[in-house]
């Protein structure tokens, strides 16, 4: 049964870091690109960020670059996000996702094959 856990999220200031991570089980993560999706509350989910199977690629949305670094250890079948200045913004639920193949796949929720069931971040004072 495929299965993605994220973990990690937590309560932070604002210019506070995290580190996410997403583990996978019943199958092997190397076969596929991850994504990363937020939704803040009230808000509609937006896709974050996206790495490729081989970590050769990544993409990150406009608002979170030069802050959110995603990468990833097959060997260990876990993916990362690190989020760095982290802002008030960036509050909402964190979810992982997988999709099959090569290459970067579309920040789309509905264009992943497999995803978990998310991680709270809340940036506050």
């Known amino acids: 049964q495929l299965q993605l856990v994220e973990s990690g999220g937590g309560l932070v200031q604002p210019g506070g870091s995290l580190r996410l991570s997403c583990t996978a089980s019943g199958f092997t993560l190397e076969n596929y690109a991850i994504g990363w999706f937020r939704q803040a509350p009230g808000k509609e989910r937006e896709g974050v960020s996206c790495?490729?199977?081989?970590?050769?690629?990544?993409k990150y949305v406009d608002s979170v670059k030069g802050r959110l670094t995603l990468s990833r250890d097959n060997a260990k079948n876990m993916v990362y996000l690190q989020m760095n200045s982290l802002k008030f913004d960036d509050t909402g639920v964190y979810y992982c996702?997988?999709?099959?193949?090569?290459?970067?796949?579309?920040?789309?929720?509905?264009?992943?094959?497999?995803w978990g069931r998310g991680t709270q971040v809340a940036v506050s004072e």
């Open positions: 996702a997988a999709r099959h193949g090569p290459g970067l796949p579309p920040l789309e929720w509905n264009d992943y094959d497999c």
């Open positions: 790495i490729s199977r081989s970590a050769a690629s990544t």
